[in-house]
């Protein structure tokens, strides 16, 4: 479509009484500012980010994940505010559509809400219960007048609840016209964007207000902003995978992260936590367990289970107080209270109770290789670098620091001393 984009992220973000660019604090996994430029990059091929504060940070990390974005660095010291940030900005095509990077329920249907039309102007309105933190929309005969900001309003205006969303879509022609005449004579100060609708009100032009819900249009600029957006967006989130069939127990109280992803029927006891880019197939992920950038296919884990990044498991039995880090078993049973990182291990192979994979000599990882069929008693230590092959058997309570071979049994077990009555020698008899 051609549209162009323009996103304002060059603030500070004061409220939000933190070292991180507001911007950069995340939504379910993925940054605000990420959520904004995704609803952005379906609509358009024209985008234009402006940053100011920790400008090398907030780039840098925008490099990474995207291409074919242009920037634009505001002169704040000058020109502080939303208006501000929009000197100097030229964009491609004839309308520009501007949003705040504060923005990040926003969807490519809500932005295309307000390209709707020819209006020189769209802007978008919430009504709202609270409107506090917003500038308020003067409406008189049903026209939009001003936009006033919360610091400026008088009383009788601060009662208004019919407020600005932060997203407009102008004629360029004019943006390119009223950007430099704005001024700040204002409580704060700055260069408000917001002046923009005044101008072409005085001028004649059409406003046309887009109503909109706080549910995709809600600026987060603290952390309690930020806790609300979150619990609506994760609302989204479990409502889009329950009706593509992931069966969730009270999903108010699991979390899943935008990058995960599930095929077939899965199901999620509460309190789970799905992070990062998970993958889950046809799995049972049971009360309190945490998944983070695991794959899980055919398999269930827990109650409190963990599985961390490249932990990639099939056909598998992952039982309470497991944790297994990059490491792919396939077709294992680990039913309770074991560790196991930098490992592979082969079908039938069955993980005692409290067993680890020594994986660390403070200075590197090293990897374990377990084969199939092999049993591995309770309260092993598995010393890496080991390979154990196929149809072995680990004696309980071995410490194992030699490769296995195959139909082994490997024990090592301090001989046993008994020693008669030592209880009541020691203690006394009562
Ligand atoms: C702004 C609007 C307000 C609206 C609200 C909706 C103005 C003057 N006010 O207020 O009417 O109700 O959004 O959420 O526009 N930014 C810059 N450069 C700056 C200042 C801000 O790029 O100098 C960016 C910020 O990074 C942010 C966005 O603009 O992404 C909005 O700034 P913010 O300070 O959050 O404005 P609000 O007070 O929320
Ligand atoms: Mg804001």
Redesign the pocket.
């Known amino acids: 479509m051609s549209i162009s984009v323009v996103i304002?992220?060059?603030?500070k973000?004061s409220r939000m009484k933190s070292t991180t660019p507001?911007?950069l604090h995340e939504i379910s996994g993925k940054a605000m500012l990420f959520h904004a430029i995704d609803a952005a990059q379906k609509i358009s091929d024209d985008i234009t980010i402006?940053l100011?504060h920790q400008a090398t940070r907030v780039q840098e990390h925008i490099e990474q994940e995207y291409k074919n974005i242009n920037f634009h660095i505001?002169e704040?010291e000058k020109f502080?505010?939303?208006g501000?940030?929009m000197k100097g900005v030229k964009t491609k095509y004839k309308k520009t559509l501007i949003l705040?990077?504060?923005?990040p329920l926003i969807t490519q249907e809500s932005l295309l809400a307000l390209t709707k039309g020819d209006a020189d102007i769209n802007m978008s309105v919430i009504k709202l219960l609270n409107p506090s933190?917003?500038?308020r929309v003067i409406i008189a005969n049903q026209k939009v007048q001003e936009?006033v900001?919360e610091k400026d309003c008088n009383q009788t205006q601060k009662d208004i609840k019919t407020?600005?969303?932060?997203i407009y879509c102008v004629n360029s022609n004019l943006l390119n016209r009223y950007i430099p005449k704005i001024g700040n004579n204002n409580a704060q100060k700055e260069y408000?964007?917001?002046d923009i609708i005044k101008m072409a009100v005085d001028e004649n032009l059409t406003v046309t207000p887009i109503y909109v819900e706080e549910t995709e249009f809600k600026?987060v600029?603290s952390k309690l902003d930020l806790s609300i957006a979150e619990e609506i967006m994760q609302q989204r989130i479990k409502e889009k995978w329950m009706n593509q069939g992931v069966s969730m127990r009270l999903p108010t109280t699991i979390y899943i992260d935008i990058r995960a992803n599930f095929k077939g029927e899965c199901i999620l006891e509460n309190g789970v936590t799905i992070l990062g880019k998970s993958y889950l197939e046809n799995s049972h992920i049971k009360t309190h367990s945490v998944i983070e950038d695991a794959t899980i296919i055919n398999s269930d884990v827990g109650p409190i289970g963990r599985l961390r990044p490249l932990a990639h498991i099939t056909d598998t039995h992952i039982g309470n107080f497991v944790e297994v880090k990059k490491s792919t078993l396939n077709g294992v049973k680990a039913g309770h209270l074991a560790y196991i990182g930098d490992a592979s291990i082969e079908r039938g192979s069955n993980i005692g109770a409290g067993v680890i994979t020594c994986n660390y000599d403070g200075k590197k990882k090293y990897q374990t290789t377990i084969g199939k069929n092999v049993f591995v008693g309770s309260d092993t230590q598995l010393i890496a670098p080991l390979t154990i092959e196929d149809d072995v058997i680990i004696a309980a309570g071995t410490t194992l620091a030699k490769n296995v071979k195959q139909g082994e049994l490997a024990i090592s077990r301090p001989p046993l001393k008994r020693i008669s009555n030592f209880f009541y020698k020691f203690f006394g008899k009562s």
Do not use: F, H, R, S
């Not at 304002?8 to 603030?11: I, M, P, R, S, V």
């Not at 705040?100 to 923005?103: R, S, V, Y």
């Not at 407020?163 to 932060?166: F, K, R, Y």
């Open positions: 304002l992220a060059a603030g973000g507001k911007v402006i100011y505001q704040a502080p505010g939303t501000g940030a705040n990077g504060d923005m933190g917003y500038g936009i900001e407020v600005n969303a932060g408000y964007l917001t600026g600029n």
